[in-house]
């Protein structure tokens, strides 16, 4: 909620510009009225000059004093405790504060003037028959005309201060209001209409009268003149109330329209309309927060559901890279939506086969997901039940085709790796054909026609059977890879596809290719919605492109990658995770200054794992997990050991340096890991006790900055 | 790929060069600290060590201490120790553990070797 201490320092100057502007304007018009509408001998109420000046300036103070008496202290208590019930009391306060100055503004004109003007008829005349010549006549018409005035200052007033009110009441952000539906929202109208009208009708009696009586005769062009400035008055009086009720329709109407698009903020459904009166509007925004509110909630409970679907669909998943003998399997999915129809799966059936499915459901969101959920789990038995890759497609379809009843298919394709031969038998049911690039040689495309899962139970599948030699590698892929449009509608293509694979290089890890890739097409579809996104990337290694035991690279979502190492509790392991790491964050953050901090800082918590917490056993191996996103890089070093405290630690003497009488001057390994990280933590999950160490590139650039 | 430790000799008329190759780490300590007795001083009374750092590539906590060590043993049998060919990176590491107390460092041998000639004239004029 924002309180502004200084509000009520402008309420209380937005007003007195207001009663200044009313006064000068009711000033104005009185001269108006009496020199050129009429003649100036025939009206002769109020005075000018001075007097008329110093009236206008009591009256200014005394409804800035009665601003200051009934406004200011309610709202100064609420900015300074914004409490609901003060709240309530300041917004109140300010509702009801144009009726008070027009009812206080009547009274103050219309009560003095009579008085005054009986008080001068007793005064002078002193019987009957000075009365019956029609005495009174002359001090009802300035009695008609002083109350006159006063009404229209009121008027007046009351229109401006409703007006400039307003966004205060909307700056409290009134979500609800005691007694809403209370009044009604023909009560400003009524007002306002009632008021000028009797404006019109008191000033023109007085203009008739004055002139019948005092024997000057009907001025008729200043009758018209003056009917028709009333007239106006009126007619631009009842437009400010109308212009303000047709605003608060519009931002009720364009709320709901929100809603009923389904257009809400990321937070789920926070906008609400501010309730800034007690008539029906009011009682309608109430309403309409309400109903806001339990579709708020409807929605978040949906979401919920959704993520629960979403974290279950990406356990289905294979992880993003996996070693299969000379074979390296990179895959890579994500959905639009929270769920998606795209599925790829790898199934390890011994030691020397490998499965390989990749898959699009017909339809998006949860139909689409439950069907694709369905489908890795038939591929998954299906696949051990032993058969081809085009005898277990058959098998699948022959099972789905019932339970899909013609309302939805699917495109899979199924590949079966020997690891040993270094063969690949695949087929397909109506996915998109697989790319093959032999090594250094431009990709190409695979064909295949068939049915897709769902159409035929008697469907039969091609199978082919290729070599692959160490370097080639072999692309699988869905739909939305290709079907990618930019802002102008254009698709992505074949041909863009395979201009990019065609650019791979060889030895290059596979996530670095995919990654180029996809950050390529995310910057040529722009923001345009896309459909769900999966490729699979098997490579045939030569012996020297990764070393043994490499990282276990997977892309997150959001182009986060998430790389994996199990290395050796024994000195020197590290310098593996360091190496692979070199070129990882070069590709992620490639202009940083901050690659060897984060290399030492590394080292350090990996080598004080292995002495600590594995005690340099070389049997066992130290888990280590590094998440490079776009602006921070988490390291995760699984210590094995008992455990510390980061906040214990940290409060100690990291940073005692003097080791001059230790044998061994060691132990500075966390002030090391404290000075090169801008954070570091331990914790405990069921993997055991680690510690992580944070980079921020914010921190990277605040001190290239600073440097 | 990982690069072993290993180390070369050079003397000079006022001082001992050490050319180290690979990488600094814990493995590094036989080598550097066993293949001399450093608490005996220098050869032919020498009194100055220079550690030739350029073609290290990696140097950890292990490390730093394997050097704090050498240059301790400096302190004790009366010889200076000096450094050259270290990165700024492991300039801020070596303040940070406080080896900088124990080893002057240098940008090249020529400077190096400066400093030791205005030592020397320093301690020649002082006689």
């Known amino acids: 909620m924002a309180v502004k201490p200084e509000m009520c320092a402008a309420i209380t100057r937005r007003l007195m510009f207001v009663y200044a502007a009313t006064l000068l304007f009711a000033g104005g018009l009185h001269y108006l009225e009496v020199r050129w509408l009429r003649h100036e001998a025939l009206v002769g109420q109020f005075p000018f000059g001075f007097k008329m000046a110093g009236i206008m300036i009591a009256m200014w103070m005394l409804l800035i004093a009665y601003t200051a008496w009934r406004i200011v202290p309610v709202v100064r208590q609420w900015c300074n405790q914004p409490t609901e019930p003060r709240r309530e009391k300041a917004i109140g306060r300010l509702l009801a504060l144009p009726y008070e100055i027009l009812i206080g503004v009547v009274l103050l004109t219309t009560v003095p003037s009579v008085i005054l003007r009986v008080a001068q008829l007793v005064h002078t005349h002193d019987s009957w028959s000075n009365w019956a010549q029609g005495q009174w006549l002359d001090r009802f018409q300035q009695i008609l005309g002083e109350s006159g005035m006063g009404l229209t200052v009121g008027i007046v007033l009351y229109v401006m201060i409703r007006r400039s009110v307003r966004p205060f009441i909307i700056q409290m952000e009134p979500l609800r209001l005691r007694g809403a539906g209370r009044t009604t929202i023909l009560r400003p109208l009524i007002v306002a209409y009632t008021g000028t009208f009797m404006v019109t009708i008191i000033n023109l009696m007085q203009f008739v009268i004055a002139s019948e009586h005092r024997g000057f005769g009907m001025d008729t062009s200043a009758f018209v003149a003056s009917s028709l400035f009333y007239f106006t008055f009126g007619m631009t009086v009842l437009g400010f109330v109308a212009l303000e009720f047709r605003r608060d329709l519009r931002v009720m109407i364009h709320s709901i329209r929100e809603l009923v698009g389904g257009q809400w903020n990321h937070g789920g459904l926070k906008d609400k309309i501010p309730v800034i009166s007690r008539d029906e509007a009011g009682e309608l925004a109430m309403t309409f927060n309400e109903l806001r509110e339990r579709v708020s909630q409807e929605y978040e409970e949906l979401e919920k559901e959704l993520r629960l679907a979403y974290n279950i669909q990406q356990r289905l998943l294979p992880p993003g890279d996996i070693v299969a003998g000379s074979f390296r399997i990179f895959s890579w999915s994500r959905s639009e939506r929270e769920v998606g129809g795209d599925l790829c799966d790898v199934v390890t059936l011994d030691k020397s086969r490998v499965a390989i499915a990749i898959g699009d459901v017909s339809g998006k969101g949860m139909p689409a997901a439950l069907v694709m959920s369905a489908v890795i789990v038939l591929f998954r038995s299906e696949i051990k039940r032993g058969g081809s890759s085009n005898e277990v497609l058959q098998r699948i379809n022959e099972q789905l085709c019932d339970t899909l009843g013609g309302e939805s298919y699917v495109s899979l394709g199924i590949g079966l790796l020997d690891t040993e031969e270094g063969t690949l038998t695949y087929a397909s049911a109506g996915h998109m054909s697989p790319y093959y690039m032999a090594i250094g040689a431009a990709p190409i495309q695979v064909e295949g026609s068939s049915l897709p899962i769902g159409f035929d139970p008697a469907g039969r599948y091609e199978e082919m059977k290729l070599h692959l030699s160490p370097g080639d590698r072999f692309i699988m892929y869905t739909d939305g890879m290709v079907e990618l449009r930019n802002r102008q509608g254009e698709l992505f293509g074949f041909e863009r596809l395979e201009q990019e694979l065609a650019d791979w290089g060889p030895g290059v890890p596979s996530a670095q290719l995919v990654d180029g890739l996809l950050k390529r097409m995310d910057s040529y579809a722009g923001a345009q919605e896309q459909d769900d996104r999966t490729i699979v990337v098997l490579e045939r290694q030569s012996a020297d492109t990764v070393p043994a035991g490499s990282a276990n690279l997977t892309l997150a979502e959001g182009g986060q990658m998430i790389c994996q190492w199990q290395i050796p509790a024994t000195h020197g392991s590290e310098r593996q995770v360091l190496r692979e790491l070199d070129a990882l964050v070069a590709e992620a953050w490639p202009h940083t200054h901050r690659l060897e901090d984060m290399k030492s800082a590394i080292a350090e918590a990996i080598i004080n794992a292995a002495e600590h917490g594995y005690g340099l056993d070389t049997s066992r191996l130290i888990p280590v997990q590094v998440q490079i996103g776009t602006h921070l890089i988490v390291c995760r070093i699984y210590d094995g050991g008992t455990g510390f405290n980061a906040c214990e630690m940290k409060g100690k003497e990291l940073y005692d340096t003097d080791r001059s009488d230790r044998e061994d001057p060691r132990g500075w390994g966390l002030m090391l890991i404290d000075g090169l990280s801008d954070y570091w933590e331990t914790g405990r999950d069921k993997e055991g006790f680690y510690v992580e160490l944070f980079f921020l590139r914010k921190a990277e650039r605040s001190r290239e900055e600073g440097e | ?127």
């Open chain 2, 1 to 127: 790929m990982e690069q072993p430790f290993t180390m070369q000799m050079r003397l000079t008329e006022e001082a001992m060069i050490l050319d180290l190759h690979g990488e600094l780490n814990k493995p590094a300590e036989t080598v550097l600290l066993g293949s001399y007795s450093w608490d005996d001083g220098l050869q032919d009374g020498r009194s100055c060590l220079i550690l030739n750092l350029q073609e290290v590539n990696y140097i950890n906590s292990a490390g730093m201490a394997v050097l704090i060590r050498l240059a301790r043993s400096g302190k004790k049998s009366q010889f200076h120790t000096f450094a050259y060919g270290v990165s700024v990176h492991y300039q801020k590491l070596f303040r940070m553990v406080g080896l900088t107390e124990y080893l002057m460092i240098y940008p090249d041998e020529q400077s190096v070797m400066e400093r030791i000639s205005a030592l020397h004239e320093a301690e020649q004029e002082e006689n």
